[in-house]
């Protein structure tokens, strides 16, 4: 019951009738931990005056407000359910409807294919082109264990089960989406800078 009033307070009649943001530029972007893909979209959102989301942000700023929807995801996550993908898309189509913008970037998400269905079935709006940072299982280890930023989970069996569910459930999206001629794949090994000079050339050309 809970759920189900939740999610019809997230997204209203009123966003069925004119959700502005489904003619807006949505731009997905995957990779590994420690791809770079928070620093990258930085750049995206300071160079091409996009809006940044993050499901995981998202569901962290519900769960801070205090809200008896907070603490019913919080308690999801506490008994180690996965919270519903509805809820994540929700959050997402929510935060576009009140930013005022038409240019998305939307950070770590699909994380799985349940993800990519309830996003195309609920916001019925496909990503111009899904950006997918390649980078080496070797590397990223190498960059999570040198960054100091007092993550729990940055410890070396943790980043190695993380990397295997990105493996499991995030790159048949990758796959996916190159089948359909949207993905663009980025060397993302490479410095940071050089880096972005491929991500600015690639949004300067396709949006």
Known sequence: MLL???????????????????KSTIVFVLGGPGSGKGTQCANVVQHFSY??????????AEIRSGSEFGAMIQGMIAEGRIVPSEITVKLLCKAMEESGNDRFIIDGFPRNEENRIVFENVAKIEPAFVLFFDC???????????????????????????????????????????????????????????????????????T
């Open 4 to 22: 189900s009033r939740y999610l019809s307070r997230l997204y209203t009649d009123k966003h069925e009738e004119s959700p502005r943001w489904k």
């Open 51 to 60: 809006t940044h989301l993050s499901a995981g942000d998202l569901l962290r």
């Open 136 to 206: 080496p299982e070797e590397e990223l280890e190498k960059r999570i264990m040198n960054r100091n930023q007092g993550r729990e989970d940055d410890n070396l069996e943790t980043i190695k089960k993380r990397f295997k569910v990105f493996v499991e459930s995030t790159l048949p999206i990758v796959s996916y989406y190159e089948s359909k001629g949207k993905l663009r794949k980025i060397n993302a090994a490479k410095p940071s800078e050089e880096v972005f000079e491929e991500v600015k050339y690639l949004f300067a050309s396709e």
